[in-house]
Structure formats: C-alpha cells, structure tokens
C-alpha cells in the first residue's frame, strides 16, 4: 500500500468514526432527553441597550437560561433557550409565531409545545409581566 492510498483510507475511517459517534449521541439525546427545570426570577429595562432588539416586533434575546421574544401583537413569550432535542440555542421566527432550533430542525410553538420533531419534550415556558418599560420574566 503507497502512502496516497493509506491516508485515504485513514481519512474515510475516520470520517466514518466521527459520523457513527454524532448519530449515536443525537440519537442518546433524542430518547431520553432529561432538560433540567429553569427557575428564573428576573427584571430587565426594555431601554437597556442588551435588550434593544425587544423593542421590534421579532426581536428576541437570550438572557439568564431563558429567549425572550417580542411577537407581532407586542406581547412578549419566555421559554427555555435549549432546545430539548441537543441542547442548541433555539431561535424566534416572527412569521410563524414559533421558536425553531438550528441543530436538527425541531420546531416549538409559542407556548413551548414540540410542533415537528426530533425533538419530543417542550421548551419550558416562563410568564412575561411588563409595566412600562420593564420587563419581569419568572417561572
């Protein structure tokens, strides 16, 4: 075996390890996912410049475990940021009202209801209280 036929073969061994190790984890995941329950208690200005993106309908922030999303009616939702699948940060999506998750397309409702899958556990989700400028989130 010449050294061009070697490292060939080393290079698809070891995409192949690599591929198998990613399908058994998602996999791991997807059947027994465990997310731990956030208690969150927190208070934040909607003119702090870290929160900017709230005061647009479809802007959302990630703050303390949790996304917090403005919606196309001006009210704002909380839910877990992790999605329960694998753990990626999910993200808002103002057209459909939902939070989807970037890693393996999961899709949660508003409410954190698991809409399409891998994922089979909802987002927690946490009340939003506003008086004026500030915005209360808490479980």
Not at 73 to 95: D, E, F, K, M, P
Not at 101 to 116: A, E, I, K, R
Request: hydrophobic share 35%; proline share 4%; charged share 10%.
């Amino acid at each position: 075996m010449d050294r061009k036929e070697f490292l060939i073969k080393l290079g698809i061994g070891a995409a192949a390890i690599t591929f198998i190790d990613t399908l058994q984890s998602c996999s791991k995941q997807a059947n027994n996912p465990t997310p731990t329950k956030l208690n969150v208690n927190f208070t934040f200005l909607l003119t702090d410049p870290n929160y900017s993106a709230l005061n647009q309908s479809g802007g959302y922030v990630y703050s303390n475990g949790v996304v917090i999303a403005k919606t196309s009616t001006n009210s704002y939702i909380a839910v877990a940021q992790a999605c329960t699948h694998a753990g990626c940060n999910v993200i808002y999506q103002l057209q459909q009202n939902d939070f989807y998750c970037p890693c393996h397309s999961s899709v949660f409702n508003n409410t954190g209801g698991v809409v399409t899958g891998p994922a089979t556990v909802a987002l927690q989700l946490f009340n939003a209280a506003v008086t004026g400028n500030s915005v209360h989130i808490y479980s």
